[in-house]
C-alpha cells in the first residue's frame, strides 16, 4: 500500500478504533485509490468526506436472517427467556450496517411477544457510518433473498416481483436506529440483556 495512506491507517485506529491487520488493509487498495484526493493527507475533518470514508472502509456486508441456525437458537433458547412474564427485554445491535440484522431480530421479537409493538423500542441498532442507519432506519430494501422456512415475515405486502419491499409497521416500533462508535463512545444504554456485534470484533485489538 503506498505510504501516502499510511497517515489514514493510524488515524483510522487512533481517532476511529478501526484496526486493520495488513491483509485486510491491502484489500482496501482499490476503494483508496477512488478516494485519493479525499485522503492523501490523513483522515478527512469534514465530516461528509470523513463519513465516505469510513462507508468504504468498514464493512457492510450483511443480509437478512444470515446464518439461519443462529436466529432459531435466538427464537428458540434467547428470546423466551427475555420476554417471560410480561419482561421488555433490552438489546443492543452494534455495528448493523444497512438493517438487515436488526430488524430479523426485530421480527424474532414479534412473534414471541407481540404486545412489544406497543413499548418504546426494546431493540437499539447502532452503526459508525450514519449514511448506514439512513438505509436501515427508512427500512426499505430491493430484492431480498427468500426468507427461510419457519422463521417470521419481515416485509408489508409485495407488489411486483421487481418493487422495493418494505418492513413491516409492527416491526419498525420495536427498533431505534443510532449512529454510534462502539469502539470509543460509552455503551448508549446500560443493563442490556442481549448484544449482537457480528461486524464489530474484526476492527478491534486484542489488549
Not at 472502509?57 to 423466551?80: H, N, Q, S
Not at 412473534?111 to 406497543?118: D, G, I, M, S, V
Request: proline content about 11%.
Amino acid at each position: 500500500m503506498p505510504e501516502r495512506f499510511h497517515r489514514l491507517r493510524r488515524e483510522l485506529a487512533e481517532e476511529v478504533g478501526l484496526v486493520f491487520p495488513d491483509y485486510r488493509w491491502d484489500s482496501l487498495r482499490p476503494a483508496l485509490q477512488a478516494l485519493l484526493p479525499m485522503v492523501e493527507l490523513g483522515l478527512p475533518r469534514d465530516r461528509e468526506r470523513r463519513a465516505a470514508v469510513l462507508a468504504c472502509v468498514t464493512v457492510a456486508k450483511t443480509g437478512f436472517y444470515r446464518d439461519e441456525p443462529l436466529y432459531r437458537v435466538l427464537r428458540d433458547e434467547l428470546i423466551p427467556p427475555l420476554v417471560a412474564g410480561g419482561r421488555v427485554p433490552r438489546l443492543w445491535s452494534a455495528g448493523r450496517a444497512t438493517g438487515e440484522e436488526p430488524w430479523s431480530i426485530a421480527a424474532l421479537l414479534e412473534q414471541k411477544a407481540p404486545r412489544l409493538a406497543e413499548c418504546p423500542p426494546c431493540l437499539l441498532a447502532t452503526d459508525l457510518v450514519p449514511s448506514h442507519i439512513e438505509i436501515a432506519r427508512a427500512g426499505v430494501y430491493r430484492s431480498p433473498d427468500p426468507r427461510p422456512f419457519g422463521l417470521p415475515e419481515l416485509f408489508g405486502p409485495v407488489g411486483e416481483p421487481d418493487d422495493p419491499v418494505s418492513i413491516r409497521d409492527a416491526l419498525r416500533s420495536l427498533v431505534e436506529f443510532r449512529v454510534h462508535n462502539v469502539a470509543r463512545e460509552e455503551p448508549p444504554r446500560r443493563e442490556l440483556d442481549l448484544i449482537s456485534c457480528r461486524n464489530v470484533l474484526i476492527y478491534l485489538e486484542r489488549k
